[in-house]
């Protein structure tokens, strides 16, 4: 799959050298991964011709231009990397993009965020008032209408237009169809009860198209084309997922049952730089355990846990049951105030029974307070990182710091009941004696 591209790293070199008489030679020139002091130890060794000042004279030459290549060769490798990561009009409404096209996981496949167009600022929503009122559709659609008529200013108001709009209702079926074209991008977005497409072009350089189906039942279609990168996303309604990407002349192709076990999958993906593609033409793609922000993220609560003092955490806990009002107040606002640190400590406080009516809605109250947390809490949140012992255990063999690895073993004895140290194999084994034990 990637011989052209290994072929491409190899420096272009001089191999042999043909002399058909003294006075007129031909050169044969091969890839070759010779390094520079070969190149001219094997011009030395050529008895090329009688004249060893010729001889000399056409090794170094035949060396500068060996050298000089392999820069050329270089340069080129340098330039492909940045193929389909040129600026166009897509980069000019980023903020637009991000909001309409942010993908989140859902059932373990891909799907638009729909409940974030709620909480867009009306900045990006904002169209002419009253002109989406008489749709047939949610109120996130609405919004997602505003944001997709935001995008007619792209390029300025050289000649943009909106206009072929049309909604209503036909045998119990909603149709909503609106489509803009001006000076720099054209686009037209498709609102049944079954799908929502949106299509959107550059008309100037580089020219790249964009197209994304999302319906009720899980399927979803996404596609980047342009003259120098294609990334196409199939999934299914049941989330299996299928897809290519083009950049250069380096391809990545990988299918899985989900999106964490593709991108687990096929590391090509990452490597080539697909997902930076994506985001780089505005979509927002799901976050991943992987991430090295949701990595640094676990490891830094973890060492803030262990600087937690059980006794004063207790009464804490305890004081949110107090008689005294002030005294419950200032535990709720020390918990909220350092809710990153003590995160994990009050959902575990908050499934324990037996807690009385005032420490149930107190810990719900700082709970949601937080709940709007940056993208990596949410994940670590919502994955339970912190409480998986495959997560914590995959943490282990890339940590210098001794510290960093005592807490993450601290923790894991803590959540599992089982002390193996720093022998990761013995953990695994265990992890997958307790899956199989579940299965039974």
């Known amino acids: ?207 790249r198209n964009l197209m994304l189906i999302d319906d009720d039942e899980g399927k979803l279609k996404l596609i980047l084309s342009g003259d120098d990168a294609t990334v196409i996303i199939n999934q299914k309604a049941d989330g299996k997922l299928h897809i290519t990407g083009i950049i250069g002349e380096q391809v990545a192709i990988g299918s899985a049952e989900s999106f964490p076990e593709l991108v687990d999958r096929y590391p090509d993906f990452e490597r080539i730089g697909v997902f930076d593609l994506l985001r780089h033409n505005g979509i927002k793609m799901p976050l991943l355990v992987s991430d090295t922000r949701v990595k640094q993220r676990v490891i830094s609560r973890l060492v803030a846990m262990e600087q937690i003092q059980p006794a004063k955490t207790e009464k804490l806990f305890a004081d949110l049951d107090s008689d005294d009002f002030q005294v419950r107040d200032a535990a709720t606002d020390t918990f909220s105030k350092n809710f990153e640190t003590y995160a994990e400590l009050i959902k575990e406080k908050q499934q324990e029974e037996n807690l009385s009516f005032e420490v149930k809605s107190r810990l719900a109250q700082i709970i949601k307070k937080n709940s709007q947390q940056d993208e990596v809490s949410d994940l670590i949140s919502s994955a339970n990182l912190l409480g998986s012992a495959d997560y914590l255990v995959s943490l282990i063999p890339k940590q210098d710091k001794e510290q960093v690895k005592q807490a993450i073993i601290r923790r894991l004895k803590q959540i599992t009941k089982q002390d193996f140290g720093e022998d990761v194999i013995a953990w695994q084994q265990w992890i997958e004696q307790q899956r199989n034990h579940k299965k039974q």
């Open 1 to 207: 799959m990637y011989r052209r591209e290994k072929l491409r790293q190899r420096p272009l070199r001089i191999e042999r050298i043909k002399l058909s008489t003294k006075s007129c030679w031909q050169l044969q020139i091969y890839f070759d991964n010779i390094e520079c002091a070969q190149t001219l130890k094997l011009f030395r060794e050529l008895d090329m011709c009688n004249n060893r000042r010729v001889s000399t004279r056409i090794c170094v030459f035949f060396l500068f231009l060996s050298v000089l290549l392999t820069r050329f060769n270089a340069l080129s490798c340098q330039e492909e990397s940045k193929l389909g990561f040129e600026n166009g009009a897509f980069q000019t409404v980023t903020a637009n993009l991000n909001a309409m096209f942010k993908l989140r996981t859902k059932k373990n496949g891909l799907a638009l965020d729909r409940e974030s167009w709620k909480s867009v600022p009306a900045e990006l929503s904002r169209a002419h008032a009253g002109m989406f009122d008489s749709a047939d559709v949610s109120e996130d659609l609405k919004k997602l209408l505003g944001m997709f008529f935001n995008l007619r200013s792209v390029g300025g108001a050289r000649g943009g237009g909106f206009g072929g709009g049309s909604s209503g209702r036909a045998g119990g079926r909603i149709g909503v169809n609106f489509r803009f074209n001006n000076s720099a991008m054209s686009g037209s977005i498709d609102i049944s009860d079954r799908a929502l497409t949106l299509i959107l072009t550059e008309l100037d350089g580089p020219r």
